[in-house]
């Protein structure tokens, strides 16, 4: 097998089992995680997932293809695809989500920006 497969398939699995193993062995952590009650968000690992796929992306573009972003890219994946499923079964009420849609375009054009703006210095940088 080759090693950037190897690599990417072992982070994988690690990031789609990490949060299943933690679940199974401390549920008590789940019913008030720490960050949620910093941050008062919604936060989940799938958000964790996201900013490890956005930073191994980051440093793709930068610096081109290692094995740091192999292993981002998939933890993050993993993370991400752990709750795919469960977050199609959720139930929820759909005013709501439109309310919080709606009101959220600014702040998903800010992100976005932000997001551009690393991207290009990380460029300029490197």
Known sequence: MDTD???FTVSFIF????????FF????YFKKPIIRSVLKLRWHHLHWGIMLMLSGTALLVASGKSALVIILLGI???LVIDLFIPSLQLQTDR???LFVYRNSLVSTLLLGA???VILNVLNFLL
């Open 114 to 116: 932000c997001i551009i």
């Open 76 to 78: 993050g994946l993993g």
């Open 5 to 7: 497969i190897a690599q």
């Open 95 to 97: 005013e709501k989500e």
């Open 15 to 22: 990031g789609l089992l990490w949060y299943r193993i933690i």
């Open 25 to 28: 062995i401390f549920p008590s």
